[in-house]
Structure formats: structure tokens, C-alpha cells
């Protein structure tokens, strides 16, 4: 069963946060005390935001907000969408710092700042939508606006505020920066397949927002009718499709000022939101001989896929196997005594588990699985890798979703690339999970079996589970992508040295930048 984000737990979870905001905005140590001349500003302030609104701005009905507009902080609940990891809560509570910072001078009390992971106990609540009830009974009747924001994404308060302003908070309203699809996709079920650019869904890098009534309505919906999709792949895809309600509902409004430039970009002047320039640093990178890479294959696919990986990635490799049907000593493969099915891993996968442990393989704290189709940047992972901490259980990689809104499970989808701690590998063998059959999906049985065992999936964007033609061009823009998959319809070597064969280390802020513009 799953548990219900209306629970007591949640209600305790929250208002314990609202306790600590509280306290922080009464503490000597959070900051600069509220003078009478910070209370002036935020007055004047406010006062500024209501004018600027009501002056200049309509919204995409050519309908003005009314004079009485005024927007206040209070009226904002940030929701950043954090994970359970120890590196993702210390990059949220960075973001809930800042924009708790920021608050603070401009009124004396802060508004609600919330970490998703926190906010009840199921785990699969990172698809947002089932926790729609809960948010709107706890904010419904005090606040206008939730915004979401990634742990990534820097908030500038006060444009954000003139920006809110300027639409009429008694209506539904969907905003962000939107992204469409040139062509149709199978991460999007080839939805509108006829003309996939119609539909837009917001990059949830520059934040996104939902008026209170519209969050009110979904509410009622989540709660009258169950979620049908079985599936969680792209969640700002699928919620988009969500709240669009086959026309039904709202489209989402495209809002100039939500960005996805880097901070330090001559162009962000206008910007209520920007990303950082670099992805996040912890140190150094994961050295080679601390991974070991097992590539999935059979022997069909030989003298087909392999072929790529040896003049892809594979020299940069310290430690790599190929796990095949067939003993080829020219790659060479190794049999694990499986055999090779048609559909799903799992046998393979597990055996490939075991054999990690064993003294048949180097002592390494991290293990890849990738396919024999998966082109990935080796580099890109030592560097991301360095945020985690490999004795503690770490599964890493593209996260999906399986009948989350009926106590289901979130699962690595397998073509992105697996990512496990030597530790996660342990728990994992320890518990007696098995295959119920050599051709169970793999993904999705480690996904059961890491869920039974209360073991989190950490996401990471940077895994991509399809070509690169099957994203958004915007989206891919402000990525160090780490990984593809699939070698259809195009020439898998050109997508390599195109998409990750730099090293953005290597490159200045400018190469960067220019490389974004040229390569897109």
C-alpha cells in the first residue's frame, strides 16, 4: 500500500519545516535582523511589484491583472525537487539557504521553502503529481503560488516576484520555459506524432509554477480519478500532458524571465532564474582503477557494437569486461553461462553482480553496466562520481518510474548506464534478490529489489536513456551529457565524438559556451 502524502507523517514533516523557517528568520545567526528600514523597503518593494504589474503587463489573453495584484512573499511556497542522497540534500539546503537569504531582505518573514524528499515517506513522490492533494489542503487558502525549482537552479527573488505579479493569481496558470520535440520520440510514447512541436512542457532547470487554483483543481483530480500511466519516464513531459488534459485544461505559458543561461552570462539581465556555469565540483575526480565497466552483449551483435566501443570509449577504461552468450577471444568475451535472450537481462545482470564480488574481477568501489549500445563518457562519470560516497549504498543513473501512484517503485533505466556502490551491490546480493526468470527486465527487477530493501535511486539527468535527436535541442544545451543510447538510425562514432567526446574540464567557460551553439 502506498502511504498517503495526507498523512500525520507529512503533516509533522511539515510543520516541523515550517518550525525551523520560523526560527531561522527569529535567529541572530540567519542573516541581518529585520531594521525599520528593511521593512520599509520590503513595503516599497511590494508596493514596486503591484505598480510594475499593473502598469505594463498582460498576460496571453490580453486580460491586464487587476490594481490590487500585489503579490507577496508569503504567498510563494518553493518546492525544490531534492533527493534523498547525502550530496543532493547538502545541494538543496544551499538552494533553501539562498533563497531563504534573499528573503530575508526584503521581508520580515520568509516564505515556505520545502525539500521533496522530505515531504512524506513514499519514495516515489518525486513524480510530484500524487502529492498535489496534500500541498493544496496545506496551502491551498494562505498562498497563491508553488513554484518548483531543481537543486541547481539559482532564483533571483525579486524579478521572480514582478514576474508572478504580472498574472492574475486567481486563475489556472502553468508556467515555464518551454521545450518541444522536433520529431516524436519514444521517451514521449511518439505523442503527437503528426506535429510533436505543438506541445510544450517547461525545463524544469529554470523552475516552473502553478497558480494555486490550478493546483487546487489537479488536487481534485488526483484524488478522484487514478493516475493511468503505468510508466514514469520524462516526468515534465508527462506532467505537461497531465494538466493539458487532452485540451481540457491549461497550456503551459512560456515566461521569457525563466531561464536556463549560465549566472555569469551577459544575457541573464532580464532573468528571474539562471543555472551555475560548471557542474557541481567535489574534488577530484574517481580515479580509473576505482570503476569497473561490464558491457552486456551477445553474439549477434559481435562484430556490429562492439567494434564501437573500441574506438569510442573503451580505452578509457581501466577495468572493462565484455559479458556475452558466446567465448570470443578477439574482444575477448566472457560466457557467464547465461543464455542470451530476446528480451530483458536479468540473468546476465545478476551474474554479472556476483562475479563483481568475486576475486575473478579487480577490488573496485564503483560497477558500470552499460549495453553494448551505450555510448558513455567515462571522464564525465569519474567527475560526477566524485560527489558520492562509495561506502554507503550509491545506485545511480536515469530514473524512471513504475505505478508510483499505487505504491510501485522507481527503478535505472538499463540503457543509460547502471551505476552501483560496491556497497549497494552487497545489500543487494545479502537480501536473496533474485531473477524470477533469465529474461525479467533488469532495470526493473533491481528497481523491486532496491525498493523492498528501502534503498533510494539517486537521478541524474546526465544519463540519457535515447539518442540525443530524441531530446530537446534547449534541453540538451545546458548539459555535460554523460551518456546515449541506441545506435538507430544514426552513426553511433559521429554521436560520440560529437555529444561526449569533450572533456569540459579541458575547456574554458567561452569554449563552452561556443561549443553549445555550434554543436546545436
Not at 144 to 159: A, D, G, H, K
Request: aromatic residues 8%; glycine residues 6%; proline residues 7%.
Amino acid at each position: 500500500m502506498p502511504v498517503s502524502p495526507c498523512s500525520a507523517s507529512f503533516l509533522h514533516r511539515l510543520h516541523r519545516s515550517q518550525d525551523s523557517l520560523r526560527m531561522l528568520s527569529s535567529s541572530p545567526h540567519a542573516g541581518h535582523k529585520v531594521t525599520v528600514c528593511g521593512l520599509f523597503l520590503s513595503f516599497l518593494f511590494i508596493s514596486a511589484v503591484a505598480a510594475g504589474s499593473a502598469e505594463g503587463s498582460q498576460n496571453h489573453n490580453g486580460l491586464r491583472p487587476p490594481h490590487n495584484n500585489k503579490l507577496d512573499l508569503r504567498e510563494i511556497v518553493f518546492v525544490i525537487q531534492s533527493q534523498s542522497n547525502s550530496f543532493h540534500v547538502r545541494q538543496a539546503e544551499k538552494r533553501r539557504a539562498d533563497l531563504l537569504k534573499q528573503a530575508h531582505g526584503l521581508t520580515e518573514k520568509p516564505p515556505v521553502v520545502l525539500l521533496l524528499h522530505t515531504l512524506s515517506d513514499n519514495e516515489g513522490d518525486w513524480s510530484i503529481l500524487p502529492l498535489l492533494p496534500s500541498l493544496s489542503q496545506t496551502f491551498g487558502k494562505n498562498s497563491s503560488w508553488i513554484v518548483f525549482l531543481e537543486e541547481e537552479t539559482n532564483v533571483r527573488m525579486v524579478p521572480l516576484l514582478q514576474v508572478l505579479a504580472k498574472f492574475h493569481k486567481n486563475r489556472e496558470w502553468f508556467l515555464g520555459k518551454p521545450l518541444h520535440d522536433e520529431e516524436s520520440t519514444i521517451i514521449h510514447h511518439y505523442a503527437f506524432a503528426e506535429n510533436p512541436s505543438v506541445f510544450k512542457y517547461p525545463d524544469f532547470a529554470a523552475a516552473w509554477a502553478l497558480s494555486m487554483p490550478l493546483v487546487a483543481r489537479l488536487a481534485n483530480k488526483v484524488r478522484d480519478e487514478p493516475l493511468k500511466s503505468d510508466f514514469t519516464i520524462d516526468l515534465k513531459h508527462e506532467i505537461a500532458l497531465y494538466i493539458w488534459d487532452n485540451g481540457k485544461g491549461p497550456h503551459l505559458t512560456a515566461v521569457p524571465e525563466l531561464c536556463t543561461d549560465p549566472e555569469d552570462s551577459p544575457h541573464v539581465q532580464h532573468c528571474a532564474t539562471t543555472l551555475s556555469k560548471d557542474p557541481p565540483l567535489c574534488g577530484e575526480s574517481v580515479n580509473k582503477e576505482d570503476i569497473f565497466v561490464a558491457v552486456k552483449t551477445c553474439r549477434k551483435f559481435h562484430s556490429e557494437r562492439v567494434p564501437v566501443i573500441k574506438k569510442t570509449w573503451e580505452k578509457d577504461a581501466l577495468f572493462l569486461e565484455y559479458y556475452s552468450d558466446h567465448t570470443e577471444p578477439s574482444i575477448p568475451t566472457i560466457n557467464l553461462g547465461v543464455p542470451n535472450t530476446e528480451r530483458g537481462h536479468c540473468g546476465k545482470t545478476f551474474a554479472i553482480l556476483r562475479r563483481f564480488l568475486s576475486s575473478a574481477v579487480p577490488d573496485t568501489k564503483w560497477l558500470v553496466i552499460v549495453d553494448d549500445d551505450t555510448l558513455i563518457s567515462l571522464p564525465r562519470l569519474r567527475v560526477l562520481l566524485s560527489c558520492y560516497d562509495p561506502s554507503v549504498p550509491v545506485c545511480l543513473g536515469e530514473r524512471y518510474g513504475y505505478g508510483l501512484s499505487q505504491g510501485g517503485y522507481s527503478y535505472i533505466t538499463g540503457g543509460g548506464g547502471m551505476v552501483f556502490s560496491r556497497e549497494a551491490v552487497v545489500r543487494l546480493l545479502n537480501s536473496g534478490c533474485k531473477c524470477y526468470s533469465n529474461d525479467a527486465p533488469d532495470d526493473m527487477v533491481l528497481g523491486m529489489c532496491l525498493n523492498a530493501l528501502g534503498l533510494p535511486i539517486t537521478h541524474s539527468p546526465l544519463f540519457h536513456q535515447a539518442r540525443p535527436e530524441d531530446y530537446a535541442k534547449e534541453l540538451l544545451a545546458h548539459q555535460v551529457p554523460i551518456s546515449f543510447h541506441k545506435h538507430w538510425n544514426i552513426d553511433p562514432v559521429a554521436v560520440f565524438n560529437k555529444w561526449l567526446r569533450q572533456d569540459w574540464r579541458s575547456e574554458t567557460s567561452g569554449e563552452r559556451d561556443e561549443w553549445s551553439k555550434t554543436e546545436l
